[in-house]
């Protein structure tokens, strides 16, 4: 196990910069996601924590040890791909230990060693197969065993489930996150996924444009978002954003009054966030209800998400019970004030209401 630190971290390729001046730690033994949109950064981060990439100008710490020029395989990290990247040619056992054998390890420690993590992966039925007889979930099991056979300070994740099907991510979801419980190694795993993200991590780096937006619990950065990048990139479905003005009431929208959980300066511009869980539905009138009409109702199954007008706006609703609503029925809509936020229009920065209730 080791605590990676990042400091003042810039990458440049000749005159376009990727990033400057990243600064971070991720904690000793902590499973950390690096989340955000292709072409923010993360991947480049993690391969610079590798040493597959050249640092511009900035420290790589692992363990307290810089690791600029230090060569990948003296770093004590171990890799795995989105590719499986497994050699064909060679059994499941064989690809396990691989990376065991080029470095000399005795014949029956390299044999323990891949017992253990093949255990580890329920692997053990497969170890005389080669890679095309697996399934793709099996073939990145095979990857992460060779990882873990070199007990490595550091693991490093990039976006290894993307090649998988929906009921397999979920799965590996799991496997990943129990494997790294039993090893208790530092992790590093990059992913655009938000939903990998909220149920892998113990802590989510939210990058964008080669720069941290915000470094928190899962909980932090959906209870609270540091701005309006993240409020919208975590959730599923979005967050509603709509644009208002400040009263002594909450916000005005349209003729709507939108609830706040305290209060903020009146007649101030800014951007109102509910998530779509924190509205209820119901009979049109209702006290401290806002008037809507249905535009959509879709039922998953287990809940139902609802579209609809508020104003000039679409505002989405889920709902957990399934229901039907006919379109351009009224109803009244009734907001968690607790969990609305509230953001700068210019900044986009969170505005951290006074505490009471909005008057």
């Given amino acids: 196990m080791a605590q990676v630190d990042y400091r003042n971290i810039a990458k440049s390729y000749g005159s376009m910069k990727v990033m400057e001046d990243i600064s971070f730690t991720i904690p000793d033994g902590k499973f950390v996601v690096l989340l955000g949109p292709s072409g923010c950064g993360k991947t480049t981060l993690l391969r610079m924590t590798a040493g597959l990439e050249k640092i511009t100008r900035g420290e790589v710490m692992i363990g307290g040890e810089k690791m600029n020029g230090v060569h990948p395989r003296d770093r004590d990290i171990a890799m795995v791909f989105q590719s499986y990247a497994l050699y064909p040619q060679m ?58 056979v070199r007990e490595p300070k550091v693991f490093l994740f990039d976006e290894p489930l993307s090649n998988l099907d929906a009921k397999l991510r979920g799965q590996m979801r799991y496997e990943i996150r129990q494997l790294h419980d039993r ?34 619990t899962p909980d932090e950065v959906y209870d609270r978002p540091a ?38 300066e009146p007649g101030r511009s800014v951007v109102y966030g509910i998530r779509p869980v924190d509205i209820g539905i119901g009979e049109p009138g209702a006290a401290g209800s806002v008037a809507a009409s249905v535009l959509l109702s879709e ?7 609802v579209h609809v007008a508020l104003e000039d706006s679409e505002v989405r609703i889920v709902i957990p019970e399934r229901r039907r609503f006919e379109r351009n029925a009224a109803v009244g809509l009734t907001i968690d004030r607790a969990k609305a936020l509230v953001f700068d229009p210019g900044t986009e920065a969170r505005i951290e209401p006074e505490a009471g209730a909005a008057a």
């Fill in 299 to 305: 039922t998953t199954g287990s809940e139902t998400v």
């Fill in 91 to 148: 059994s499941v056992a064989d690809n396990i230990a691989f990376g065991l054998q080029v470095r000399g390890m005795k014949k029956a420690d390299v044999a323990e060693r891949v017992k253990w993590a093949a255990g580890i992966l329920a692997l053990e039925p497969y170890l005389d197969r080669k890679p095309a007889a697996l399934s793709g979930g099996q073939r990145q099991r095979v990857a992460m065993g060779r990882a873990i």
């Fill in 227 to 264: 701005n309006l990048f993240v409020a919208d990139f975590i959730g599923s479905p979005a967050i509603n954003l709509l644009a208002g003005k400040s009263t002594a009431d909450g916000v005005r929208f349209g003729k709507a009054v939108l609830p706040l959980p305290g209060r903020i």
């Fill in 183 to 216: 090893v208790n190694a530092t992790t590093i795993y990059v992913t655009h996924d938000q939903v990998e993200a909220m149920t892998m991590a113990d802590l989510i780096v939210v990058m964008r444009g080669g720069e941290i937006m915000q470094m928190g």
